[in-house]
Nanobody, 125 residues
Framework: VQLQACGGGLVQAGGSLRLSCAASGRTFSRYAMGWFRQAPGKEREFVAGINWSGHITYYTDSVKGRFTISRDNAKNTVYLQMNNLKPEDTAVYFC???????????????????WGQGTQVTVSS
């Protein structure tokens, strides 16, 4: 499957952005999906995950209450709504797909099989 992320940009602190990740292929609805981010000089980190149905989600502590992950399987798209953005949210954001069918959400990079190209999010103070 191929993933295409978009929606990044420059926003002031306190602002909002919605990232989208469109997937090719007919198997999108079977995959759990995740969003990761990588800031300059830092390792790529998990941000949010969602299971195949959209009924189970998980967030890293730093974005809880501010970010919302969702998906539309009819459109082969996963979203990341980001509200109350902070300068420390500045990073390249990547979407990823986990095809394993595991019962719990994958939190580690190595557990994801397919990756999008990334979209830059810059939050100014």
């Amino acid at each position: 499957v191929q993933l295409q992320a978009c929606g990044g940009g420059l926003v002031q602190a306190g602002g909002s952005l919605r990232l989208s990740c469109a997937a090719s292929g007919r198997t999108f609805s079977r995959y759990a999906m995740g969003w990761f981010r990588q800031a300059p000089g830092k390792e790529r980190e998990f941000v949010a995950g969602i299971n195949w149905s959209g009924h189970i989600t998980y967030y890293t502590d730093s974005v809880k209450g501010r970010f919302t992950i969702s998906r539309d399987n009819a459109k082969n798209t996963v979203y990341l709504q980001m509200n109350n953005l902070k300068p420390e949210d500045t990073a390249v954001y990547f979407c990823a797909a986990d095809r394993s069918g595991r019962s719990s959400l994958a939190l580690l990079l190595v557990e994801y099989d397919f990756w999008g190209q990334g979209t830059q999010v810059t939050v100014s103070s």
